[in-house]
């Protein structure tokens, strides 16, 4: 049977979606620390074609020591301010040439000292004067022709890119399950609160995960 159709990005601009699952209670890190626990096989179906789409993948630093990620076809841009990656990551063990370098976006100061192995292995750009300024992370990857960005997370990213009116559309899987997980483990973290209101412009449901199609602009 065929596959139903997903969301696009557009053809003609620069587009930042951000892909994010959690449970009915806004979980997105299950009793294994990850995303695996709480995840369906309906959601890992939309996830990974949805991320045939992207020019490249939007992820923080946490997130990728979460879930371990391992390299990509597709350019893996990493948000740390502390340059907290360690080498023994799979992001950089499992790397081969098929696979295109890491981008790490951090601060001006980080990138000017990077570790050897970062130094080696990713392109580090500053970002920022002391912290990384998402609007310019964001300006970097489309002055390098990736002009469809893929967010994955973890939640502070997410919250900071919305915090900054930088999220175009947000692409949310909710999963049939309850958890009720601590501060912290929710999709969204913006210290301090924040009402942005999106639009919903599409439901999908494949056997009660449902897949929501929001419009941020």
């Known amino acids: 049977m065929r596959e139903p159709d997903l969301p696009e990005f557009p053809a003609d601009r620069p587009w930042v979606r951000a892909v994010m699952a959690s449970t009915l209670d806004g979980v997105m890190r299950g009793p294994d620390g990850g995303s695996r626990s709480i995840s369906t096989p309906a959601d890992q ?56 370098r890491p981008i790490v976006l951090t601060s001006d100061d980080a990138a000017l000292d990077p570790p050897p192995h970062l130094r080696d292995l990713t392109d580090v750009i500053g970002c ?13 990857l489309i002055e390098r022709g990736l002009l469809r960005i893929q967010c994955e997370g973890g939640p502070r990213l997410l919250g900071d890119l919305v915090a900054a009116d930088l999220l175009d ?14 501060p912290g483990e929710h999709i969204l973290n913006i210290p301090g609160g924040l009402d942005r209101r999106g639009r919903i412009v599409r439901t999908q449901d494949d056997g009660g995960t449902v897949l929501l199609q929001v419009a941020m602009h």
């Open 45 to 100: 179906r939309w996830f990974s074609r949805l991320r045939r789409q992207p020019d490249a993948i939007l992820v923080g630093a946490q997130t990728i020591r979460s879930e371990d990620y391992r390299p990509s076809r597709t350019v893996v841009a990493i948000v740390s301010r502390s340059l907290d990656l360690p080498p023994t990551l799979r992001m950089f063990t499992e790397r081969t040439d098929e696979h295109p």
């Open 169 to 182: 559309e947000l692409l949310l899987t909710l999963t049939p399950t309850l958890l009720g997980g601590g």
């Open 128 to 140: 920022g004067d002391g912290t990384v300024d998402l609007a310019r992370a964001v300006d970097v």
